[in-house]
């Protein structure tokens, strides 16, 4: 990466404190508008000069949108509390501590300290062929860099590729899928609608240009996580290159509620970094259930998970890796500590 | 009268030469500036408070707190190595928190409290704890990343006092060492922990 030591192209920034003048900027300017969050994802496109909004809406001074809250039975948190306020609370240590490890896997503790629940989700992909401005079909171009004979696609998808072959990088995202998260979204004519955390992202054969349903003059306002879920039996675990700050290139999440007779009655179970979008393993859940979380129910929904997998050039290892984490989420593993 | 490179360079900048720097490095700031009445529109003039100081400053509306802090405050301790919060050199306390300096807006934190390492010491020019600690360590090399492992490990101290050695790598795991000095960095932060709980009690 180059080293640019200039700061960024000039914008007009403003800092509204209400989500209702932060949408009547965002229809002002349209398309030529920027939505800032923590802005861990945001600047690089625009130190790297590859997206030039002319304004940009730094929500950080909108109170709304911050903080936990207790909602019914669950919890909402709002949009923009930051990685490591949702790693903090006590509600979400107790009850859904899935979103904890998700959220503390994330990057490094100045990210956390600074990146949003909401930015995490809506974040872009890190595809590099993307992100270094390559004008491919996610940019509006008409070729996939990343899906051609020579291309480094380590980190690429193995299910779901239309096209594009990107992977969603958020960690939060399969926990939330696995929590039965809802999406609370504020559309720019102030309308208000809920949707399902799996039903949040999006792939490529849906939109080729967006991560998310979120539509320009959208705002995503906070998550919502349903009581149903809580205190169940969790599961995460990310693997990266590096133990730190790195990117996931598989993550699995789940959430399973055991029956007293050991069998499974319930489970969700979601996983990232093999498509564009994080996948609910729906399949897998309905066949686990009603059957002990034991290593002989493991191995056939593990197979059953990774069934139609296409890995390309470089990514091959990616289909027994994501094998082996749901085969880890239904069977569990016996603890490991990690020294420094 | 003897000049370090470093006063030197602090000097230019807080001097006359600091209308041409910066029409060099923030050129392109044309007619977007002008004042608009939308809600939430951003005066440039603004009053940061920077290591316990009171500092009015022309900021642009792209420009990150690295940019400020060196280039308009002329607080050069704080480094920047990738601008991508990708290393750590940069990292600062915003309310106590670490934060990567090169990669926040200074206008988004212009009503908190910034620390640099410049504002550790105290007036009489004793050493923060955790600065005595790296120096009586030697806890570098060519330590390019020490003002943002101690920034880090600094604020990480005001939420685990008593942090395992494991714990503090963890704390400090969001900045890099180019010269691979992990293990005598952690332990004179280590130490600096033990300083700084002596000195607090
Ligand atoms: C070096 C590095 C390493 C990283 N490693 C990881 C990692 O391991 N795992 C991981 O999950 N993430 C990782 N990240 C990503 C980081 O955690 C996210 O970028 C960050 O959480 C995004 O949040 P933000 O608040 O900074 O978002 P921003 O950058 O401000 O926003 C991200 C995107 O979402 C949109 N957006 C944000 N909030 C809203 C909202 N409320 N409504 C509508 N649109 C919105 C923005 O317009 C933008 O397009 C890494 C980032 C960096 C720089
Ligand atoms: S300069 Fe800010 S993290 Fe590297
Ligand atoms: S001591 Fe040289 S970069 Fe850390």
Redesign the interface.
Known sequence: ?A???????????????SVE??Q??LR?YGAGAWV?AG??DS??W??DRIKRP?A???L??IPELRGVRARGDGLEIGAMTTL?EVVRHGVVRERYALLLDAAEAA?????R??GTLGGNVSQDTRCWYYRAGWPCYRAGGNICYADTPESINREHAILGADRCVAVNPSDTAPALIALDAQMVIRAANGGERVVAAEDYFVGPGKDITRMTVLQPGDLLTAIRLPGAWAGARFYFEKVRDRQ??DFALVSVASAMVVGAGGAIERMRLAVNGVAARPLRLQAVEDLVRGRPANEATAAVAANLAIAGAQPLRFNAYKVPLMRNLVKRAIRGVEATTW?? | MSYSRRNFIKGVIAGGAVATSAGY??R???P??GQ?S?????ERLVTLNVNGQTRRVDV?????LA?TLRYKLGLTGTK?G?????C?AC?VLVDD????SC???T??VRGGRIVTIEGLARANGALHPVQQAVVDEQGFQCAFCLPGFVM?AVG?LKTNATPT??QL??????NLCRCQDYDKILTSLMRGAEYLRRSTT
């Open positions: 990466m080293v640019i030591r200039d700061p960024m192209p000039a914008f007009e920034l403003f800092q509204p404190t003048d932060a009547a900027l002002r800032l802005g861990l600047f690089d625009l130190k002319e940009v809406v730094d950080s001074g490591t990057a490094s503790p100045q990210i300290n600074q730190v700050w020294a420094s | 490095l923030f392109g700031s044309g977007l500036f608009t939308a809600p939430g529109s951003v642009l509306k792209q420009e990150t940019m920047l990738c601008d991508r919060a990708e750590g990292t928190v670490p934060r990567y990669s926040v807006l206008h988004t880090a990480f050695r494991e790598a963890h704390g400090i795991s969001g």
